[in-house]
């Protein structure tokens, strides 16, 4: 059985364990309606109390579509991080926070960061096995956006081609990501500091008024969109950063080019560099060969993979909070469904005294509610589906992370375990209204 079940595909995996969870619904279903068509008289049901039985189709439909919500926001947000950061293979820095670097350097979030010299800088571009080593040195914005100094290398292999214009091939020139606020044929004066208020200087120099007067960017093309923070920023040559701070730009004055190789003797330091093995396998031994005293080297996708293993138990938390909510929910789709029971006693307690058997009122009563109870669920699906888009693109704004957050299995399951529960609980209201005395219904 076990590789039966291996054998299946995961989606016919997951198909199965939705089936699963509805089958009592259903097996209960199929059990009360054997031989029944109570399916006109229900449908009347649902016409004359239209008023009440859209409020309780709206109760459940809000219950379930929270629920899918959360899931499935928390599934985006976690598959968004890690398309953000699947570009950066190798992150060498000064000792200190993974963390930190990472979120700096990967998700440009301002952090005060000690400086790799430029000697340590030439020994790892020049170690055998390195692709491509890429400087990322922040500390100026413009409009809000991150300036983040690094190499025309860097800029295809974070995002490929560009899609207007060409790549900066001089220190004052730039590269706007896909939404940055400046775009190709701008000119723009870099601030000091971090994009989002802090006063982080790289250099500790003091600016004033916080702008480099007298140094200006000119753009000369755009990048393509790649799902994270760095489609806001605008990335320049990291001689222009150093430049612009006073300090000397990594190659000799009577050069005039820009770009590695640097002159480890003229190249003021980096916060962070990102090393490109020539083979995958060639990441691990150059992690080992970077992690000493002086200097740390991380895969940003472990320290990511860590950080969503916190999110890993925030989902559960999340999900045991959707399972809380869907057993309060059923608890009150019980109880109005007893009070719906109640609202239609005279119309049952006449179809049973024009002689319609026990089993077909049965059979009435858990149709009814069971078109309810599958109404509010699908429509909940919708809410949910609806409500994490309007999460997704909330986040997106706010992180610069392009969440995306879809209906999966996982939404599915919760839906269809929810509705096969409620549909064998149904059948308590639908044996209450069989039990009932019909004279009193009649009188009323």
Do not use: C
């Amino acid at each position: 059985m076990t590789d039966l079940w291996n054998a299946l595909t995961p989606d016919a995996q997951d198909a199965a364990i939705a089936l699963a969870l509805i089958a009592p619904g259903l097996i209960a279903g199929w059990t009360v309606l054997r031989g029944l068509a109570p399916f006109p008289l229900v449908r009347a049901l649902l016409l004359r109390f239209r008023g009440v039985n859209l409020l309780f189709v709206t109760l459940i439909a809000v219950s379930v579509g929270l629920g899918v919500a959360l899931v499935a926001q928390e599934r985006g947000l976690r598959q968004g991080s890690a398309r953000a950061a699947e570009k950066f293979d190798l992150i060498v820095a000064a000792p200190g926070s993974e963390l930190t670097v990472m979120l700096a350097s990967v998700f440009l979030r301002p952090s005060d960061m000690a400086l790799l010299s430029g000697a340590q800088f030439a020994e790892i571009a020049g170690t055998e096995g390195v692709a491509f080593a890429a400087p990322i040195a922040f500390g100026d914005s413009i409009d809000g956006a991150p300036v983040v100094g690094t190499t025309a290398e860097f800029v295809t292999h974070l995002a490929g081609p560009l899609v207007e214009g060409r790549l900066f091939a001089t220190a004052s020139e730039a590269v706007a990501g896909a939404f940055a606020p400046v775009g190709p044929g701008d000119a723009f004066i870099p601030a000091h500091g971090a994009h989002e208020g802090d006063d982080h200087e790289e250099d500790g120099a003091d600016h004033g008024d916080g702008h480099h007067d007298g140094f200006a960017y000119v753009v000369t093309g755009r990048m393509a969109p790649t799902g994270s923070p760095w489609d806001r920023a605008v990335l320049v040559p990291v001689e222009g950063v150093w430049e612009v701070h006073g300090l000397a730009n990594g190659h000799p004055p009577d050069e005039t080019r820009i770009g590695p190789p640097f002159d480890p003797s003229l190249m003021p330091g980096t916060p962070a560099i990102l090393v490109q093995a020539t083979d995958l396998w060639g990441n691990y031994a150059l992690k080992s060969r970077f992690t000493r005293p002086d200097m740390m080297a991380f895969f940003p996708g472990t320290v990511l993979s860590q950080m969503h293993e916190v999110m890993r138990d925030l989902r559960t938390a999340m999900s045991v909070l959707a399972t809380l909510t869907q057993v309060l929910v059923t608890l009150s789709v019980l109880t109005a469904l007893l009070i719906l029971v109640r609202l239609i006693a005279r119309s049952l307690a006449l179809l049973r005294a024009l002689g319609a058997p026990a089993r077909f009122v049965l059979a009435t009563v858990w149709t009814y509610t069971a078109a309810l109870v599958a109404s509010g669920a699908v429509a909940g699906l919708a809410i949910g589906w609806g409500t994490a888009g309007a999460l997704a693109a909330y986040l997106t704004d706010r992180t610069d992370v392009l969440v995306s957050a879809r209906i999966g299995w996982s939404e599915i399951h919760l839906t269809a375990g929810f509705l096969g529960l409620t549909l064998v609980l149904a059948l308590l209201p639908a044996w209450r209204a069989v039990g009932r005395s019909i004279v009193p219904d009649l009188r009323a």
